[in-house]
C-alpha cells in the first residue's frame, strides 16, 4: 500500500513535463503560417494542354502558338519549315484564381473560347495541402468551309465542340512538378462520321528545371476510344520541350505529333505518329502585360 501511494507522487514530475512539451509544441505549429505554392509551372500550359497556373488579377496575356510541318517532310518542305499553324491569344485574369481566354487558330479556321478557375491551392506550414486543383471549360467553334463538292455545310449546332478538363497537379520540389488531367472533349459533329460524339481522355504531363531559367516539359494524352475506332487515322498526343523564362516572356520550344494547339484538335485529331517521324517543330511565346495602375510590369515567379 505505501507504494502505490508514492507512485502518483513520482509521475507528477513526468506528467508535467509532458503536458509543458505538448504545449510547446502546439505553440510551434500555430507560430507556423500556411505558405501557398507558386509557381508549379511557369506558363499556363505545359506544351499544348493547359497548366493548372491562371493568369494573375488584371494581368493580360498575349499568346502565340506555332507549329511548322513534318519533320519528315524531307528537304524539299526544308523538313516542315516550308509549312506553317498559327494560333493566337488573349487571356485575361479576371481575380487570381479566375481567368478567360478567347484564341484563333488557322487550322481549322476556328475561334475558341475558355475559362479557368482554380478551386484548390497547393500550401505548406500549419495547413498542408497537397495539390493544386483548376477547372477548365472551352467551346471551339469551326469555321473552316467545305470545298468537297456536293457536301452541304455544317449547321452552327454542327461546328461547335465542347471540353472539360481537371487539372490535378502537385510541385514536389523546386524542381519536380507533376500534373494530371481527366479530361472530357464532345463533338456535336465529329470530323469523320465513323469517330464517337463524346472522346474521354487522360492527360498526364509535367516539367523539370534545368536551370534557373529554364526547365524541360513533357507531356502525353491517352484518348480512351473502343476497339471500334482502331481503323481511324487518329494517335495518342505526345509532346517534349523546353520552357525559357526572360523577364515578361516565356519561350517555349517542343516536339510534337500535334498539329492542333486547342484540346478538339490535339486530343481528338492528331493523325501523326513518333513511330513514323510525323513530329512538328514548334514553339509558344507569351508576353503578360499588366492592366493594374499599381503594379507597372508584371511580376514573374520561378
Do not use: C
Amino acid at each position: 500500500m505505501t507504494l502505490l501511494r508514492i507512485i502518483p507522487f513520482l509521475l507528477i514530475p513526468l506528467l508535467g513535463r509532458a503536458q509543458d512539451d505538448l504545449l510547446g509544441e502546439l505553440e510551434k505549429q500555430a507560430e507556423q503560417p500556411t505558405v501557398p505554392v507558386v509557381a508549379t509551372f511557369k506558363s499556363t500550359r505545359i506544351i499544348n494542354g493547359h497548366s493548372v497556373e491562371t493568369v494573375k488579377r488584371n494581368h493580360m496575356d498575349f499568346r502565340i502558338s506555332h507549329r511548322f510541318g513534318r519533320l519528315n517532310s524531307g528537304a524539299y518542305e526544308l523538313f516542315g519549315l516550308d509549312q506553317a499553324t498559327i494560333r493566337l491569344g488573349l487571356e485575361y485574369g479576371v481575380t487570381d484564381n479566375l481567368m478567360i481566354g478567347i484564341g484563333r487558330s488557322s487550322e481549322q479556321k476556328a475561334y475558341d473560347f475558355f475559362g479557368k478557375y482554380r478551386v484548390l491551392r497547393q500550401t505548406t506550414g500549419a495547413r498542408t495541402v497537397p495539390v493544386s486543383v483548376t477547372l477548365f471549360g472551352s467551346t471551339v467553334i469551326r469555321t473552316i468551309r467545305s470545298f468537297i463538292p456536293g457536301e452541304q455545310e455544317r449547321s452552327f449546332q454542327d461546328k461547335l465542340t465542347y471540353t472539360g478538363q481537371v487539372l490535378i497537379a502537385r510541385k514536389f520540389s523546386e524542381r519536380l512538378s507533376l500534373q494530371l488531367t481527366p479530361t472530357y472533349l464532345y463533338r456535336n459533329q465529329p470530323e469523320l462520321a465513323a469517330d464517337d460524339q463524346l472522346l474521354l481522355a487522360v492527360g498526364i504531363g509535367g516539367r523539370y528545371k534545368i536551370s534557373k531559367r529554364v526547365s524541360l516539359n513533357g507531356e502525353y494524352f491517352w484518348a480512351l476510344r473502343d476497339e471500334s475506332s482502331d481503323a481511324l487515322p487518329y494517335y495518342n498526343s505526345l509532346a517534349v520541350g523546353f520552357d525559357i523564362e526572360t523577364g515578361g516572356h516565356v519561350f517555349q520550344l517542343h516536339f510534337t505529333n500535334s498539329l492542333g494547339m486547342i484540346e478538339k484538335q490535339f486530343i481528338g485529331e492528331t493523325v501523326g505518329t513518333w513511330g513514323k517521324g510525323d513530329i512538328h517543330y514548334g514553339f509558344n511565346i507569351s508576353r503578360t502585360f499588366s492592366l493594374d495602375r499599381k503594379s507597372k510590369r508584371a511580376a514573374t515567379d520561378w
